[in-house]
T-cell receptor
Framework: DGGITQSPKYLFRKEGQNVTLSCEQN?????MYWYRQDPGQGLRLIYY???????QKGDIAEGYSVSREKKESFPLTVTSAQKNPTAFYLC??????????FGPGTRLTVT | AQSVTQLDSHVSVSEGTPVLLRCNYS??????LFWYVQHPNKGLQLLLK??????LVKGINGFEAEFKKSETSFHLTKPSAHMSDAAEYFC?????????FGTGTRLQVFP
């Protein structure tokens, strides 16, 4: 059963702690993406990777970090430097960047 | 600059009546455009895509969209709304190696 999985679905952290969100795909897609979604703002691109061991900053990369050591995995770390980390985070993958397939998302709450 | 504007943040319809969700775009070259749907606390699902072939594009669940270059529009329509259509809809523009998302339109369907 092919697809994109994100875990956990809900995540709670205290302010000042780093937290890592998981994203795994078994679609054999080269490209993977992380988006942040806030109410009324659509999706904003955080980081993307078009190939293993390479990634680029998106529009709102400050306070986030990623790695791409394996084709199927693209974890996102929300660091304590991110000023407003509470949001819904979506991972996507694509063969080309043209048509992206999305995971179910992780809702992160930082208090 | 490439951009997408969704003209309505909320649309309410009665079950069985037509749906119209409006989207205008700005692009300096021939655009590729998409509509995605997101049900509450879920990932995004592709409804349909325009890639410079036929200007009337049919998607899943009875939705369709018409590309009008003269009006720089890509409005989403459905002849008869169903309760299960209640969701958030995003108009998306492909730009180089990224997607540009509109801010979304929340569709409410009343019985």
């Amino acid at each position: 059963d092919g697809g994109i999985t994100q875990s956990p679905k809900y995540l709670f952290r205290k302010e000042g702690q780093n937290v890592t969100l998981s994203c795994e795909q078994n679609l054999n897609h080269d490209a993977m993406y992380w988006y942040r979604q806030d109410p009324g703002q659509g999706l904003r691109l955080i980081y993307y990777s078009q190939i293993v061991n390479d990634f680029q900053k998106g529009d709102i990369a400050e306070g986030y970090s990623v790695s791409r050591e394996k084709k199927e995995s693209f974890p996102l770390t929300v660091t304590s430097a991110q000023k407003n980390p509470t949001a819904f985070y979506l991972c996507a993958s694509s063969i080309s960047s043209y048509e992206q397939y999305f995971g179910p998302g992780t809702r992160l709450t930082v208090t | 600059a490439q951009s997408v504007t969704q003209l309505d943040s909320h649309v309410s319809v009665s079950e069985g009546t037509p749906v119209l969700l409006r989207c205008n775009y700005s692009s300096s070259y021939s655009p590729s455009l998409f509509w995605y749907v997101q049900h509450p606390n879920k990932g995004l699902q592709l409804l349909l895509k325009y890639t410079s072939a036929a200007t009337l594009v049919k998607g899943i669940n009875g939705f369709e969209a018409e590309f009008k270059k003269s009006e720089t529009s890509f409005h989403l329509t459905k002849p008869s709304a169903h309760m299960s259509d209640a969701a958030e809809y995003f108009c998306v523009l492909y730009n180089t190696d990224k997607l540009i998302f509109g801010t979304g339109t929340r569709l409410q369907v009343f019985p």
